[in-house]
């Protein structure tokens, strides 16, 4: 079939590489346009996708938080011991000495019989009745903090070597309370996958049925242009732009609330830190987490797009 | 340069949109420039449709843009350069008398200069064939003779052209070659311009319409 590659004043090859190129830049132009005549459905749609954008960003973002101020505390993990309750003072605090000098042990605190059943009477509030014990129940503790460098694996050998040593009755490694923190952290990761897989798809659909409306409001151009000889693909190029420029803006425009929500936290969250002399400073998007937000909903356009016009666009016949 | 008429359903129509591609037909081929349209595979029809030009009685300009844009789109599709587009759309927004209009909107037009558009727009990337359905259905008798005329002179400079038309009167004045069609059955076929008497006897058509450009 020789039809159109024969006929005359046809461009060269080159001329229509570039011609091709610019019609995609020209498309690309020709939807933004489009976007520009009608901004009020425009903005309806850039602001659905961005709130539905805003929720998983802003899980995301809280869960970065919530991590960032637990690693904090990993390097306040303590060993408790408690040791033989026949043990003597003086053998204890000589105990205490020789912990140490051991490796990875950055300091200890040596707590006496006597002050642990003090703090106890008062803490506990049984008072008077302690007094009617014989003995004290209560052994020297030692809390040895091991060194802030120190990791999870020197940690447990330290644990291992004081428990083996005769004058411990118990080595207690606080850490349970911070299991639970990262079971709990676990948790809320799965669920923030979840919630952008879900909330993803649901930006599908948005731009998916706004782009099935714009190729049903343009019915006769399409119609039109086929008889003009536009190939399918010419035709799907406007829409799959307007579909691209849709998850640009709702991408932006989540990123706008989230940190909209940040400025709004931060505020009480200073105050709570005058108040509590604490030290914690919420962390924002990074360069790279809005990259990545922006260019997903981008593709997540392009991929909607996409998808309502190969399920509409070829319907469309001429009749 | 040929007219086709009939009454309504003889088959006019039905004619056009299989020369255009739109209806494949259902007995017998139609053969385009030696392309036999029954046999395309769909991939291939936008390019063979960019052989013709149609133009359509109520015109189908697209109104959200101007009468240059409307003009301009079948060399877009074809992918000609940016410069090419502009001379040839001017050209043919001269040739069809509304040079001074190219930045006006469609919707600003009279109904006949929206038609001009429209035989500007089918002409515009050159095709063979020119195709036109009622192009003058919604004229008056003075801007109907205009449409043709510009018809005419097209066909001086090469392009065969064949119109679907109710205007007898104005077919029987201009004398070029008339195809009639009654229940979808060529029954006339007077190649010097002449309409069929009521009591003319029956064309027999042959198996195939070669509707080959240049011969008309």
Redesign the interface.
């Known amino acids: 079939?020789r039809?159109?590659n024969t006929?005359?004043?046809?461009?060269a090859t080159s001329?229509?590489l570039?011609?091709?190129l610019?019609?995609h830049v020209?498309s690309l132009i020709f939807s933004l346009g489009k976007i520009y005549?009608a901004p009020v459905p425009t903005i309806m749609t850039v602001a659905v996708i961005g709130i539905t954008l805003s929720l998983p960003g802003g899980f995301y973002l809280f869960l970065k938080n919530i991590n960032a101020m637990s690693g904090d505390y990993r390097s306040i993990t303590q060993i408790t011991l408690y040791l033989d309750i026949k043990l003597s003072e003086k053998k204890a605090r000589a105990f205490e000495g020789e912990i140490s000098g051991m490796k990875n042990v950055q300091s200890t605190e040596f707590i006496s019989r006597k002050i642990s059943l003090e703090a106890f009477r008062e803490s506990s509030g049984f008072g008077k009745s302690l007094d009617t014990l014989a003995n004290n129940p209560l052994p020297h503790t030692i809390i040895v903090e091991p060194l802030g460098e120190a990791d999870t694996f020197a940690v447990k050998n330290l644990l291992n070597t004081l428990q083996a040593s005769p004058q411990v009755k118990i080595a207690k490694l606080d850490t349970e309370w911070l299991e639970r923190l990262y079971t709990i952290l676990e948790i809320a990761k799965r669920s923030v996958v979840m919630v952008t897989i879900l909330f993803s798809i649901a930006v599908l659909l948005i731009i998916g049925n706004t782009i099935r409306l714009d190729i049903q409001n343009r019915y006769?151009?399409i119609?039109?242009?086929?008889?003009?000889?536009?190939?399918?693909a010419?035709i799907r190029r406007p829409f799959l732009y307007g579909g691209v420029w849709y998850g640009l803006l709702g991408g932006l425009m989540s990123w706008l609330i989230v940190e909209i929500g940040y400025l709004a936290i931060s505020g009480p969250l200073n105050r709570l830190n005058l108040l509590y002399q604490a030290d914690l400073e919420l962390i924002t998007f990074t360069f790279q987490d809005f990259i990545v937000l922006v260019t997903s909903s981008t593709l997540l356009g392009l991929a909607g797009s996409w998808i309502a016009v190969a399920q509409h666009l070829n319907q469309i016949?001429?009749? | 340069m040929a007219f086709l008429t009939g009454h309504s359903g003889a088959g006019k129509s039905t004619l056009l949109k299989i020369i255009?591609l739109?209806e494949k037909p259902t007995r017998g081929h139609a053969l385009l420039?030696r392309?036999n349209l029954k046999t395309?595979a769909r991939?291939?029809v936008?390019?063979?449709?960019?052989?013709?030009g149609?133009i359509f009685q109520d015109h189908?300009l697209?109104f959200?843009r101007p009468v240059f844009d409307n003009v301009a789109?079948?060399l877009?599709?074809?992918?000609?350069?940016?410069q090419?587009i502009a001379k040839r759309t001017r050209a043919a927004l001269d040739k069809v008398g509304l040079l001074g209009k190219e930045k006006s909107m469609p919707i600003t037009l009279s109904g006949g200069e929206q038609q001009r558009v429209g035989i500007a727009?089918a002409v515009v990337h050159?095709p063979m064939l020119l195709l036109a359905d009622e192009p003058t259905g919604n004229l008056d008798p003075v801007l109907s003779r205009e449409i043709m005329q510009i018809f005419i002179d097209f066909h001086q400079v090469g392009v065969s052209v064949l119109v679907a038309s109710h205007d007898l009167n104005l077919i029987d004045e201009l004398a070029k070659p008339v195809l009639t069609l009654n229940q979808g059955k060529m029954i006339y076929n007077d190649l010097d311009g002449k309409l069929p008497d009521h009591d003319s006897a029956e064309f027999k058509p042959g198996q195939a319409h070669e509707f080959r450009p240049g011969n008309w």
């Open positions: 079939m039809t159109s006929r005359r004043d046809k461009p001329n229509q570039i011609a091709y610019l019609h020209q005549q006769q151009e119609i039109v242009t086929k008889l003009i000889g536009a190939t399918n010419f016949e001429p009749t | 255009s739109i420039n392309i395309i991939h291939r936008p390019y063979v449709r960019r052989n013709i149609i189908q697209l959200d789109l079948p877009i599709i074809q992918g000609y350069r940016h090419e727009r050159k």
